[in-house]
T-cell receptor, first 113, second 110 residues
Framework: EADIYQTPRYLVIGTGKKITLECSQT?????MYWYQQDPGMELHLIHY???????EKGDLSSESTVSRIRTEHFPLTLESARPSHTSQYLC????????????FGSGTQLSVL | SQQGEEDPQALSIQEGENATMNCSYK?????LQWYRQNSGRGLVHLIL?????REKHSGRLRVTLDTSKKSSSLLITASRAADTASYFC??????????FGTGTRLTVIP
């Protein structure tokens, strides 16, 4: 089992609310990622980080933001949630290097009403 | 985009049969990986094959890679009901990030 944890597991909120999805890993991995996945669809990378104080935007444009103040923690924030943000959000981590085996959390299923 | 495309999109087999899933991609890669995802959960890494390898085994899994055709296949032998899941291929360039395909939804009927 991977030592990477996401909370909450499910979140149902109203439009306009600010939310933070938590992701923590205890493997000491430098790289961390956030993917967005709609039901039955592929994963889209929205943010990644090479390490502390490093954040990069992924391939899919997202209104969310991330921070990396500690190696083990990579939270994702939506300042004002909208129904279009309804999706599953998956956090992952990996060691730095060319062969990037990813370890995934269980995901947060977000529903914005 | 160099995202992989899995084929078939869905596959339903009887327990004990073999399941084969294919993945095609568009650009040069450093490695190709296969992941499994149970419904509503995160992905679990199954196997990684490097661009200079042609075949790799792990338990009941066999992966092949043909870089000239830009394709890979995942074979699961003697399938079990617990193998029911979605299977994704992911391509790595060694530079930044993995690109995931659209997945094959496998159902193994007991």
């Amino acid at each position: 089992e991977a030592d990477i944890y996401q909370t909450p597991r499910y979140l149902v909120i109203g439009t306009g609310k600010k939310i933070t999805l938590e992701c923590s890993q205890t493997m000491g991995h430098d790289k961390m990622y956030w993917y967005q996945q709609d039901p039955g669809m592929e994963l889209h990378l929205i943010h990644y980080s090479y390490g502390v104080n490093s954040t990069e935007k992924g391939d899919l444009s997202s209104e969310s933001t991330v921070s990396r103040i500690r190696t083990e923690h990579f939270p994702l924030t939506l300042e004002s949630a909208r129904p279009s943000h309804t999706s599953q959000y998956l956090c992952a981590s990996s060691e730095l290097g060319g062969h990037e085996k990813l370890f995934f959390g269980s995901g947060t299923q977000l529903s914005v009403l | 985009s160099q995202q992989g495309e899995e084929d078939p999109q869905a596959l339903s087999i009887q327990e004990g049969e073999n399941a084969t899933m294919n993945c095609s991609y568009k650009t040069s890669i450093n490695n190709l990986q296969w992941y499994r995802q149970n419904s509503g959960r995160g992905l679990v890494h199954l196997i990684l094959i490097r661009s200079n390898e042609r075949e790799k085994h792990s338990g009941r899994l066999r992966v092949t890679l043909d870089t000239s055709k830009k394709s890979s296949s995942l074979l699961i032998t003697a399938s079990r009901a617990a193998d029911t899941a979605s299977y994704f291929c992911a391509t790595g360039t060694g530079a930044n990030n993995l690109f995931f395909g659209t997945g094959t939804r496998l159902t193994v009927i007991p």
